[in-house]
């Protein structure tokens, strides 16, 4: 499950998942795995296509069912979508 928490440590290592293999701490590594990892990058990916254009109706509906699925909170949902449209903070 996708968490404000996760996406704040993603944030972190400005998405970048060897810097948070090498150097993310003991906590953070307990809170997320690298399968949270990817499937936030993978919802940003998505989203990116989605911003573009190029995807169809049906693949924006299986997203957003997707992103409620795996997210706990409309909050993070919002936080991955934030993250697709201004970038990594």
């Known amino acids: 499950m996708i968490t404000v928490e ?5 944030q972190r ?3 970048d998942a060897d810097g948070w293999a090498r150097i993310g701490t003991k906590e953070e590594k307990l809170v997320m795995n690298s399968n949270d990892w990817f499937l936030i990058e ?7 296509l989605v911003k573009k254009g190029l995807t169809s109706d049906t ?9 409620k699925e795996e997210c706990d909170s409309e909050e993070t949902i ?9 970038g990594i903070h």
């Open 78 to 86: 919002q936080a991955i979508k934030d993250i697709s449209i201004v």
């Open 6 to 10: 996760k996406i704040r440590i993603y």
């Open 13 to 15: 290592f400005n998405g």
């Open 59 to 67: 693949f924006i509906i299986s997203l957003n069912e997707r992103l």
């Open 42 to 48: 993978g919802f940003i990916q998505d989203l990116h």
